[in-house]
Structure formats: structure tokens, C-alpha cells
Nanobody, 113 residues
């Protein structure tokens, strides 16, 4: 079965960095577009970044050049490098497979001084 497992979340000070990882299994990873979403308390889940099966990235406007999505097809992994984090980035971050709308269980990112 399709499995998406996020890791790398934690608590970081404003201006800090985190790298989120999503380990996938149960499908031919290289054939699928993947993404990262986030959901803060009281807010709708929102797209952070997307990467096509060919590796073409797209980003939400609020990223403003701070985040980078990437994938390693040999390892069936997708990553989200987050730099210059802001308190408003605090949310649960979810790995996502577009086809079939599969979600990981999420990893908490807290940006606080």
C-alpha cells in the first residue's frame, strides 16, 4: 500500500532552518507528482510546494524564495528545505501524492523565539 512518512520537524527560532523528509513506499515513486502542504491551527490546509514527476518545482507565494522542494528518485524520497523560517510558518507539514490524494501523517514545525 502507499505509505508516506514525514520526518524532520521540530522547534526552531525565527530565521532558522529545517529540512523535512518524506519517505515513500508502495508505488513507483518516479512516476508521481508530489507535494508538501501545511495546516496551522484554525486555518485550512494549504499548498506549500509541488514537484512534478520530472522534478519541476512550484511554490506558494508565501514561500518567497525561502523553501526548496526536491526529490531523490533513487531513494523514493521528497524533501522540503526551509530557510529563514518565520513564526507564521508554524504548522503541521504533510507530504502528499497528487494521484489518489494520499497524505502522510504530518510533522510539526514550530517557529518560536
Amino acid at each position: 500500500q502507499v505509505q508516506l512518512v514525514e520526518s524532520g520537524g521540530g522547534v526552531v527560532q525565527p530565521g532558522g532552518s529545517l529540512r523535512l523528509s518524506c519517505a515513500t513506499s508502495g508505488f513507483t515513486f518516479s512516476q508521481y507528482a508530489m507535494g508538501w502542504y501545511r495546516q496551522a491551527p484554525g486555518k485550512q490546509r494549504e499548498l506549500v510546494a509541488r514537484i512534478s514527476f520530472l522534478g519541476t518545482p512550484t511554490y506558494a507565494i508565501f514561500v518567497k524564495g525561502r523553501f526548496t522542494i526536491s526529490r531523490n528518485n533513487a531513494k523514493n524520497m521528497v524533501y522540503l528545505e526551509m530557510n529563514n523560517l518565520k513564526p507564521e510558518d508554524t504548522a503541521v507539514y504533510y507530504c502528499y501524492r497528487e494521484s489518489g490524494h494520499y497524505w502522510g501523517q504530518g510533522t510539526q514545525v514550530t517557529v518560536s523565539s
